[in-house]
């Protein structure tokens, strides 16, 4: 599923496909009635790749609770109305999120999830969310860095700052020199 095309804009319904990019701003056209039209900087706009939910333990990406609603309801529409009650919805999504904060998720959140994955579903755009090759590389690379750093560590012995290294460096240069001494000349104010 690849929601990195895919955008909310605040202020507007539904949701938007990004068709190109301009040096102001970006054109979009509506995934409801296919109308294009430009966003610059000052809309209030999200892709719904960057989009997560709150959770007690740790922020769940919204791609992955939108596969859980598509397991839930075996690929079909939301099996409750969006404008129901806040405790039906409530209800609805802890059996979709179990683990989703009360406190920060609000009903509102949840009809917007509920209508986007609506909107996704009839365009076919829901499919299982692959493995994050990247977050395995990254542990992989970070694991890797800290062995690299460790070691780089145990080799390195203290080097002295560059700024001591030129005092001494210059200090060594006037000793060779037979300590000569060059005369500053200052400027003096004629009053």
Same mark, same amino acid.
């Given at each position: !599923? ?12 539904? +949701?938007?496909?990004?068709?190109? @990019?301009?040096?102001?701003? +970006? ?9 294009? !039209? ?8 999200? %892709? +719904? ?7 007690? *333990?740790?922020? %769940? ?9 598509? @397991? ?46 609506? @909107?996704?579903?009839?365009?076919? !755009? ?35 700052? %560059?700024? @001591?290294?030129? %005092? ?15 005369? *500053?000349?200052?400027? *003096?104010?004629?009053?």
């Amino acid at each position: !599923m690849d929601l990195s095309k895919i955008l909310a804009i605040s202020g507007k319904s539904g +949701l938007f496909k990004i068709i190109s @990019q301009t040096r102001g701003g +970006l054109i979009v056209e509506s995934l409801s009635d296919g109308k294009k !039209m430009p966003v610059f900087a000052a809309h209030r706009s999200s %892709v +719904l790749d960057d989009i997560s939910m709150f959770t007690y *333990t740790e922020d %769940v990406p919204l791609k992955k609770v939108l596969w859980s609603i598509y @397991q839930k309801e075996d690929g079909k529409e939301i099996s409750i109305d969006i404008k129901s009650d806040e405790n039906v919805l409530f209800d609805y999504f802890e059996s979709v999120l179990p683990e989703f904060d009360r406190d920060r998720v609000y009903a509102s959140d949840i009809k917007k999830v509920l209508a986007w994955y609506n @909107q996704l579903l009839e365009h076919d !755009m829901i499919s299982e969310p692959e493995e994050d090759e990247e977050e395995k590389e990254e542990s992989i690379n970070e694991e890797g860095k800290e062995a690299k750093t460790e070691k780089i560590e145990e080799k390195k012995t203290p080097k002295k700052p %560059v700024a @001591q290294k030129k %005092v001494e460096a210059s200090k060594k240069a006037g000793k060779a020199e037979g300590a000569k001494k060059t005369p *500053t000349i200052r400027k *003096t104010k004629k009053g």
